[in-house]
């Protein structure tokens, strides 16, 4: 991936064709997202680490873009994105190691904005 900030904004145009051409299932997908993001007994910085586990095992390039940022966003250390790495390899074998290796790629260009 050259640029992950590059490749999440590439997909805006795709998205909103999606939003318009599908309202109905794009806005129950995003109050899908709002509801399963919703801190309750888990808070909304946990969810978003386990969403990049699971977008690491099920390997999806765009899912790790999102999620990371968010996990970022919602506080997580790259400490705690390591440790969740961790775990979707133990989950996904092989496979799992490559996208993990993207998935810290893309937490470190989505942080160094945070550290200027």
Not at 38 to 51: G, Y
Not at 56 to 74: N, W, Y
Not at 98 to 104: G, K
């Amino acid at each position: 991936m050259q640029s992950w900030n590059d490749h999440i904004k590439s997909l805006s145009p795709a998205l909103k064709e999606l939003r318009m051409g599908q309202g109905d299932v794009m806005k129950g997908f995003s109050s899908l997202a709002q509801a399963a993001l919703k801190p309750q007994a888990l808070d909304t910085k946990t969810k978003e680490l386990i969403a990049l586990a699971i977008s690491v095992a099920v390997r999806c390039d765009d899912c790790i873009g999102f999620h990371t940022k968010s996990a970022l966003e919602q506080g997580a250390s790259r400490d705690e994105v390591l440790e969740t790495l961790g775990t979707a390899i133990y989950l996904g074998a092989g496979p799992a190691v490559m996208y993990a290796a993207h998935a810290i790629e893309a937490f470190d260009e989505f942080a160094k904005p945070a550290e200027a």
